[in-house]
């Protein structure tokens, strides 16, 4: 989390509108000291570089799946969200990768991922089952640093299930979307593979791997031209800021978040899909808060990546009622804005609690945006819910 300033905190307070009284969860938001009390001097150099790496070779599965991705590589899962060979693959390189990595703390490994090999074992997912093990093996096989034996069918189930951990708040987990927007990644859209680390309930690292992201900024450009330069990884440390570089390698540069602090020259991300976020309320709490710009649509945590060097300033994030929000969906994208400055808040202004297992419970939705427009979203958002509540009534 960014350190605040004492200039940067009176700020903030005068930037309260109607100078309000500060509602407390936001308060503690804003002004708490780093979260990671306990953990903030480790160094996790090597878990740093290990997460980009796993996250680099599982981007160059999906980038070759993307481009001849087949009908029969997309198949259902049982909530009907989609899942594709290269969800599975992308899953088995980065749960290998990091066991490779660490190989004494395998009696300790504890991954916590999206998806499972339950689909993948019954009968007539065999080809399926072929074809992600020769992805993956043709992967590894293209990284000169691993000499592996090509892994078998079971090797590769193995390292999907090895994904079961139920996290939690004591000891190291790993979180892991080894594609986030897999509805972008089908269309041939943004879609990210997305790696944190906890500890002690903390996200102390995360790590994104945006392979259609254009490197300069998406606000100012189409982001569907093909004349732009695309193939971003995002990196955060715990006290350590954020960096971007490019999938292919350029050296890292620091990012931060917009510093915009007027709303009328704000703009805002939210989902391309409607089914995951409810558009209609982004535009009220747009409206309210005197935004001009229309919605930046794009899928995945490659919205966090391009929030966090101010491509934007204004995530807003909104499910329908009774859904609930996965750690994975949020880890690596919460560190990388965070780091670079951005503030990350449920829709009460609390902080996001990653240690309470597999799910984040939270409250109605997810915003995020730079220290100073934070008073002024969260207010518009509270005015909104309240007016959206009493409609309905
Ligand atoms: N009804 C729903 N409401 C909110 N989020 C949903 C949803 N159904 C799926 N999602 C989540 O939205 C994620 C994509 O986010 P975005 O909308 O920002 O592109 C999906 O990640 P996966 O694609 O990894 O399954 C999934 O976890
Ligand atoms: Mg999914
Ligand atoms: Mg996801
Ligand atoms: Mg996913």
Known sequence: ??????????????????????????????????PVVGVASMSYDKELAAAKKAASLAARLCQKVQKAL??????????????????????????????????????SFSLVAEEDSGDLRK??????????????????????????SPLSANDVLAAIDSGKSEGGSHGRHWVLDPIDGTKGFVRGDQYAIALALLDEG??????????????????????????????????????????????????????????????????????????????????????KLGVKAPPVRIDSQAKYGALSRGDGAIYLRFPHKGYREKIWDHAAGYIVVTEAGGVVADAAGNALDFSRGRYLDLDTGIIVTNLKLMPSLLKAVTESLNEKASSSS
Do not use: W
Not at 12 to 22: E, F
């Open 70 to 107: 087949l009908q029969s590589d997309v198949q259902s899962k049982s909530d009907k969200s989609p899942v594709t060979v290269a969800d599975y693959g992308s899953q088995a390189i980065v749960s290998f990768v990091l066991e490779r990595e660490f190989p004494s703390d395998s009696e």
């Open 1 to 34: 989390m960014a350190s605040i300033s004492s200039g940067s905190l009176t700020r903030v307070l005068y930037s309260y509108p109607c100078k309000a009284k500060i509602p407390k969860p936001l308060y503690s938001l804003l002004f708490k000291k780093s």
């Open 123 to 148: 009968e007539d997912a065999q080809e399926t089952l072929e074809r992600i093990t020769k992805l993956v093996n043709d992967t590894l096989s293209s990284d000169e640093t691993y000499s592996v």
């Open 202 to 287: 903390k996200v102390v690292l995360g790590v994104l791997a945006c392979p259609n992201l254009p490197l300069s900024s998406i606000g100012s450009h189409d982001q569907h031209s093909s004349q732009y330069k695309v193939g971003c990884l995002f990196s955060a440390k715990v006290g350590a800021g954020t960096d971007m570089q490019s999938l292919d390698g350029s050296p890292p540069i620091k990012v931060h978040v917009s510093a915009i602090e007027d709303p009328e020259e704000a703009s805002f991300f939210e989902s391309f899909e409607a089914a995951h976020s409810m558009h209609d309320l982004s535009s009220s709490i747009a409206k």
